[in-house]
C-alpha cells in the first residue's frame, strides 16, 4: 500500500497529486515513529541521560515504591523542619521472624530525608531508647557542632531528652543518615537516606530507588526486609534506573549483583564520576553510597543480590540481601492518525 501511494504521488499531477501527499504523510509519520521507537530499546538498550524525562518529584509522606517513605516536614521561616523519634521497635524482617529494632518514626530504615540544594533545614531529635543516643549527617558539609559526635561536638541526647540541628544543605547527591551513639545502634536500624537535590544536572532516570544495605542485629536486610519481605521493584526495558546504594552495615562489605546485563556506576558518596564505570557487580563498604543507573534490555524477574553467598542463600533458597526487578515490556505510543 505504501509503494502505491508513492508511486500514485509521483505519477499523478495537479489535484490527484495533492491528495496522494495527503495520503502519504500519515503513513510515513506512523513509520518513523515506530523505527525511532525500535531505536530507542536497542540490545544495548542504553538511553542518553539528556533525553530522558526525569520521575516526578514524590511528596512527602509518599511510598517511594522501595520499601521506603519520604519525610515530612514543616516550613518555619523559611526553614525546613523535620522531626525525628528514636525509639524501640518489634519489626519484622521476614515473614515470622521478628526481631527487636531502633527505628526513627516507626520504620526501618527512617524516613528518606530529600531537600534541595541551599535548603536551611532544622531537625528536633527527640530520644525515647532506653539509652543515650545521637545523630549524625554522613557526608555533609556543615558547622562542626551540628556534626552529631556525641561527646565531641555534642552532648549526649539523654532518653526522654530532644535535641535540636540546623545546617545549610549544600552537599549534593545520596548520602545517609545515622546514630553516632555505637555499632549496635546502626545495626538495629537506626539510619535513613539523605538526598540533596542539586540546583542543576541531577541524574537523569525514569525511577529512583534506593538499597540500604544492613547487617547487624536485624540480621542480613534490604531496607530493613530480608528476602522474600523485600519489596520488588518495578521497571520497563529500555528505562534509565537509578539505584541509590547505601552501605549502612555495621560490620561487613557486600559485592552487590545485578543480573540481566551491566550497569553504570555514575557517582559515589554523592560525587559525580567525571567518567561512569560499567560493571555488573559493585563492592559496597560501610558508610559507603553509590548512585548506579541500569537500563533493563529484558523482560522477566531479575535479582539483585550481595554475591557472598551466606548473605544472599541458604539450602532452602534466596534469603537476606536480595530483592526483584519486575521488568515489564517498554512502554511505546503510537499518535494518532492526522485528518484531512
Not at 539523654?158 to 545546617?167: C, D, I, L
Request: proline share 8%; net charge negative; with cysteine.
Amino acid at each position: 500500500m505504501f509503494t502505491q501511494l508513492v508511486d500514485d504521488d509521483f505519477l499523478t499531477a495537479g489535484a490527484t497529486r495533492t491528495s496522494g501527499k495527503r495520503k502519504v504523510l500519515p503513513v510515513l509519520m506512523v513509520l518513523l515513529f515506530v523505527l525511532t521507537a525500535m531505536v530507542g530499546v536497542t540490545a544495548s538498550g542504553l538511553r542518553s541521560e539528556s533525553t530522558v524525562d526525569p520521575a516526578p518529584p514524590a511528596a512527602a509522606g509518599e511510598d517511594l515504591g522501595d520499601g521506603t517513605r519520604l519525610a515530612q516536614y514543616e516550613v518555619v521561616g523559611g526553614v525546613k523542619v523535620f522531626r525525628l523519634r528514636a525509639a524501640p521497635l518489634s519489626w519484622e524482617v521476614s515473614p515470622g521472624n521478628v526481631r527487636q529494632a531502633f527505628a526513627y518514626n516507626g520504620t526501618v530504615p527512617g524516613p528518606v530525608i530529600r531537600v534541595n540544594e541551599g535548603d536551611t533545614v532544622r531537625f528536633i531529635v527527640q530520644n525515647d531508647l532506653p539509652e543515650n543516643t545521637a545523630l549524625h549527617w554522613h557526608g555533609m558539609d556543615l558547622p562542626n557542632d551540628q556534626d552529631g559526635v556525641p561527646g565531641l561536638t555534642q552532648p549526649e541526647i539523654e532518653p526522654g531528652q530532644s535535641y535540636t540541628y540546623e545546617w545549610k544543605a549544600i552537599s549534593t547527591g545520596t548520602h545517609w543518615y545515622h546514630s553516632h551513639m555505637h555499632g549496635d545502634q546502626e545495626g538495629k536500624g537506626l539510619y535513613g537516606s539523605l538526598e540533596v537535590v542539586p540546583r542543576l544536572g541531577d541524574i537523569a532516570a525514569a525511577r529512583d530507588y534506593r538499597l540500604i544495605i544492613g547487617d547487624g542485629p536485624l540480621g542480613f536486610v534490604f531496607n530493613g526486609k530480608s528476602f522474600p519481605a523485600t519489596v520488588p521493584l518495578r521497571a520497563r526495558v529500555g528505562e534509565r534506573v537509578r539505584i541509590r546504594l547505601i552501605g549502612a552495615g555495621p560490620e561487613m562489605i557486600h559485592p552487590i549483583h545485578l543480573h540481566g546485563g551491566y550497569f553504570e556506576v555514575v557517582a559515589q558518596d554523592g560525587r559525580r564520576l567525571p567518567v561512569p564505570q560499567q560493571m555488573d557487580t559493585l563492592l559496597v563498604g560501610v558508610g559507603q553510597t553509590f548512585d548506579i543507573v541500569w537500563v533493563p534490555t529484558r523482560v522477566g524477574k531479575w535479582m539483585i543480590h550481595c554475591h557472598i553467598f551466606s548473605h544472599a542463600e541458604t539450602h532452602h533458597g534466596m534469603a537476606g540481601l536480595v530483592s526483584i526487578f519486575n521488568v515489564d515490556p517498554p512502554a511505546v505510543g503510537l499518535p494518532l492518525p492526522l485528518g484531512g
